[in-house]
C-alpha cells in the first residue's frame, strides 16, 4: 500500500497570507496525484488532478505542484472559505489501491 | 454535471451487512468507474473500491474479503454491500465518480451506524 502522509496536521494562518500543504508518498506516484477540501458536513470537492491541474471552477488561488514522492498545495491568498481541511490522493496504483492523507486542516490563526 | 444518491439503511447491527445504493442522473453511467469511499466521524478518507459499468470491480485489499460492489445499467445505479460490520464500520459512506483524474463528482454521504 502507498501511504501518503501529509503535513503539517493543522496550520495557523491569517486570511491573505499564502498557505503551503504537503503531501508526501511513501513511494512515486508519477503525477497521479488529487487534492480535495472538505468543508463540515460536505462531501470532499476535487480541487486539483494531476498534480497542478485545477479541476473545473477552481479559483486561480489554488495551485499545486510536484511529482514523483513530494507535493505541494498552494493558497495564495487566504479567503474565510479556506479554513477548511485538505485531503491529498493517489492514484497511481494498478490495480487500483487508492490511498488519501490523513487531511490538513487550515485554521485561523 | 453529473448527480450522485446514496439510499439505504442508517443502522446496522453488529456481525450483519451494510447495503447501500447509489443513483446516477444527469450522466451516463459508461463514462466513469463508479466508487465508494468512507470516513468514519471525525477521520479521514478510505476508498473502499469501485465498479465499472462492465461489471468488472476492484477493491481495497484490506476489506476485500468483506466487499461487494454491483452494478445495474439500466437503473443507473450501483451498489455497496460490507459484510460482519462492526462498530469500526460505522462512517459517511460517500459514493463517487472516477475517471482517473480524481473523484470529481461525489453523492451527499449517508451515515451508517453499527449498533444493537
Known sequence: EIVMTQSPATLSISPGERATLSCRASQSVGSNLAWYQQKPGQAPRLLIYGASTRATGIPA??????SGTEFTLTI??????????????QY??????????????LEIE | QVQLQ??????????????????VSSGSIGDYYWSWIRQPPGKG???IGHIYYSGSTNYNPSLKSRVTISVDTSKKQFSLKLSSMTAAD????YCASFDFRGFDYWGQGALVTASS
Open chain 2, 6 to 23: 446514496e439510499s439505504g439503511p442508517g443502522l446496522v447491527k453488529p456481525s450483519e451487512t451494510l447495503s447501500l445504493t447509489c443513483t
Open chain 1, 92 to 105: 497511481n496504483n494498478w490495480p487500483p489501491a487508492y490511498t488519501f492523507g490523513q487531511g490538513t486542516k
Open chain 1, 61 to 66: 488561488r489554488f495551485s499545486g505542484s510536484g
Open chain 2, 45 to 47: 478518507l478510505e476508498w
Open chain 2, 90 to 93: 460505522t462512517a459517511v459512506y
Open chain 1, 76 to 89: 495564495s491568498s487566504l479567503q474565510s472559505e479556506d479554513f477548511v481541511v485538505y485531503y491529498c490522493q
